[in-house]
C-alpha cells in the first residue's frame, strides 16, 4: 500500500484560567476515577479540575474549520487525548453537526499522550484514499504550580501517496531509537505538532529531511517518524487571527 502523506496541517492552542483546586470542591475526588488522578501525574494536593463554561474556545472546531471542506466526502477521525472537557457534550456528534461534515466520521479517546504519535499506526492502516483526522488536548487536570494548562487541537488532510509533501515513515510506543535531522518533544499530544509547525513556519525543515515527534508524558511515551519531501507544497494553516510565534510557543529540534 503506498504511503500514507500529509499535505495540510492546521493548528489552535488557547490558554483556559478557569481550574479549581480539586479539593474545593466538596466530593468530587469520589467521583473521579483514580486511574484518571494517576494519569494526570500530578499531586493530588496540587491537582486542579477544569470546570466547563459556556465560552470555552473549541480548538477542534476552529482546526476543522481552518482546514476547510474537503472537496469530497472522506472519513473523518477525531481523536482526545483524555475525558471531555464537559461530560454532558457528546463532543464529536457537535463537531460533525456544526461542520456539515459530510463523510463518516470515527471517534478515539484516553490515548493520553499517544494521541499525537502512535494513533498513527491506526491511520495507516484505516485510512484507504483520503481523510482528515482532528487530534484535541483539552486537559481535564492541571497542576497548581505549573498554571492553568492550553487547550490544542492539531488537524491533518491525509492521503495515500509517495507525493505528498510530507509521508509517515513509522510510529512506536516507547523511546525512539534515533534522532532525526530535526526533533520535537513534548508532553501533551498536540506539543510536539505546535513546535513543528513553528519550524514550518520559520523555514527550518528541508526537503529530504527526517523528522522525529517525541512525545513523553507522565505514563506513556511515543514517538512518530516523517520524511519532508516537498514542504514548499505543505499548506499550513493557523486557526487563529494570532502571531504563528506567540500561539505556538517554544520551539525545539
Not at 472519513?75 to 463523510?103: M, Q
Not at 497542576?143 to 510510529?171: H, I
Amino acid at each position: 500500500m503506498p504511503d500514507l502523506g500529509i499535505d495540510t496541517i492546521a493548528f489552535a492552542a488557547a490558554r483556559r484560567e478557569d481550574y479549581v483546586p480539586l479539593a474545593s470542591l466538596p466530593g468530587a475526588a469520589g467521583l473521579v476515577p483514580p486511574e484518571r488522578l494517576a494519569a494526570a501525574g500530578i499531586p493530588r494536593s496540587r491537582l486542579m479540575v477544569r470546570i466547563p463554561e459556556d465560552d470555552d474556545v473549541d480548538v477542534a472546531a476552529q482546526v476543522l474549520a481552518a482546514l476547510g471542506p474537503p472537496a469530497a466526502p472522506q472519513p473523518l477521525f477525531f481523536v482526545r487525548s483524555g475525558p471531555l472537557r464537559d461530560p454532558n457534550v457528546a463532543a464529536l456528534a457537535g463537531l460533525v453537526h456544526r461542520s456539515g461534515w459530510a463523510g463518516e466520521d470515527v471517534g478515539l479517546s484516553h490515548l493520553d499522550e499517544l494521541g499525537g504519535t502512535t494513533v498513527f499506526g491506526l491511520l495507516e492502516w484505516a485510512v484507504d484514499r483520503e481523510a482528515t483526522a482532528v487530534l484535541c488536548d483539552e486537559p481535564l487536570f492541571a497542576d497548581e504550580a505549573a498554571g492553568p494548562p492550553r487547550f490544542a487541537a492539531v488537524g491533518f488532510r491525509l492521503r495515500r501517496g509517495s507525493a505528498a509533501p510530507l509521508t509517515v515513515s513509522g510510529c512506536g510506543e516507547g523511546k525512539p531509537a534515533f534522532a532525526g535531522d530535526h526533533r520535537f518533544t513534548g508532553r501533551g499530544p498536540c506539543d510536539a505538532w505546535l513546535s513543528f509547525c513553528a519550524a514550518l513556519a520559520e523555514g527550518v525543515v528541508a526537503d529530504g529531511e527526517r523528522v522525529l515527534l517525541h512525545t513523553r508524558g507522565p505514563l506513556h511515551e511515543g514517538w512518530l517518524a516523517l520524511l519532508a519531501t516537498d514542504v514548499a507544497a505543505l499548506r499550513l494553516a493557523p486557526a487563529a487571527p494570532v502571531a504563528t510565534a506567540s500561539l505556538l510557543g517554544g520551539r525545539s529540534g
